[in-house]
């Protein structure tokens, strides 16, 4: 059964609106019911997880349609990012050339080159004139793609 929110008459499943008062009826399958609080079970403990183990140095895509949030670890010497298929971060998209730039890992820590692209590299909205370490949380435009590092 469902109760009408509109006047309160008490419905058959499936009805769609009211009989009594012609008020619309909520979807059962949309409802929820509240019960009383659950208890976990002893052998689980009280203890929190630990920290999530970090999969080392990355870059995410921070903005660009349905790519947000995908996530590219920087692993080996050199990560090459560019619209060539053969690029170790493949961004397919006009604005960005072939072989666009590159993340260098050196003692120093990442270092970002830009691989004398047509549109430029920016880090944190900046032209990328020579090349730069990236610190955690910089933000790396390729094209119209914005990537963040991720130390």
């Not at 949309?30 to 079970?41: D, F, K, L, N, R």
């Not at 080392?56 to 298929?85: C, D, H, K, N, Y």
């Not at 990328?128 to 990537?147: M, S, T, Y």
Request: hydrophobic letters at 35%; one cysteine or more.
């Amino acid at each position: 059964m469902v109760t009408c929110p509109t006047c309160g008459a008490a419905r058959p499943d499936g009805d769609r609106f009211c009989g009594s008062c012609g008020g619309a009826l909520p979807d059962p399958a949309s409802q929820t019911q509240t019960t009383g609080p659950i208890e976990a079970p002893a052998e689980l403990g009280a203890t929190p997880p630990g920290p999530v183990p970090r999969l080392g140095p990355a870059l995410a895509v921070r903005l660009q349609g349905g790519r947000t949030g995908e996530f590219f670890s920087l692993m080996g010497q050199v990560t090459t990012i560019g619209r060539s298929p053969e690029c170790d971060i493949f961004l397919d998209d006009i604005t960005v050339s072939r072989a666009h730039a590159e993340v260098r890992e050196e003692p120093a820590g990442f270092v970002l080159v830009d691989d004398g692209s047509t549109n430029g590299t920016y880090v944190n909205r900046r032209v990328l004139e020579a090349p730069q370490i990236l610190a955690d949380g910089d933000e790396v435009q390729v094209g119209k793609f914005r990537l963040v590092f991720i130390a």
